[in-house]
């Protein structure tokens, strides 16, 4: 059965539900996502995942380590806190996310408004291999400086984009950890 999802107009107003299939590359159909950017403690590494042949956008290709579509009436950082339990096994007390900014993306793919949070987590990842093929750490440094980025997914090119603009590598983390 083809998942629901809440949609909204390109004013935010919700309009509705409709099913994932046609919700992707349609721009009149918005629904919302959460997307979690996960550092190494040493700020120097992110960690992304390697979508499963099973997924059905993109599959193959290095995403943001945790990211998914909100349930109906979910807020982002639950959405988020959810995901990341489910996709990686990280448990959401474990878990705090800081925000560091919204998106909205709009291309033939996807057409989404996306809240991303900030995690810093050394690992190791408990994933499900029929959503995830791998999750590793990448240098910051190595990625900057990288030209060819087919093996990434659109959507994660422009998020590294505008991590690096907030120098993200530098982000303050807060007091606890």
């Known amino acids: 059965m083809d998942e629901l999802f809440e949609v909204f107009d390109t004013d935010g107003y919700p309009i509705g539900f409709a099913p994932r299939s046609r919700c992707h590359g349609d721009p009149s159909l918005i629904h919302r996502t959460s997307h979690i950017v996960i550092l190494h403690p040493d700020r120097r590494r992110i960690a992304l995942q390697k979508r499963s042949a099973r997924k059905d956008i993109q599959p193959g290709k290095w995403d943001t380590a945790v ?30 996310l800081i925000p560091i900014f919204e998106d909205k993306i709009r291309n033939e793919i996807e057409s989404e408004n996306v809240q991303v949070y900030l995690l810093i987590h050394p690992g190791p990842f408990a994933f499900d291999r029929d959503e995830i093929d791998e999750v590793a750490f990448f240098e910051i440094e190595d990625l900057q400086r990288r030209t060819d980025f087919s093996d990434f997914t659109d959507n994660v090119v422009r998020e590294l984009d505008k991590l690096w603009k907030i120098d993200v590598a530098h982000f303050s983390p807060p007091p606890s950890l």
């Open 67 to 96: 990211g998914g579509h909100l349930e109906l009436g979910e807020t982002h950082l639950l959405g988020a806190l959810r995901e990341l339990e489910e996709e990686l096994g990280i448990s959401s007390d474990a878990a705090e």
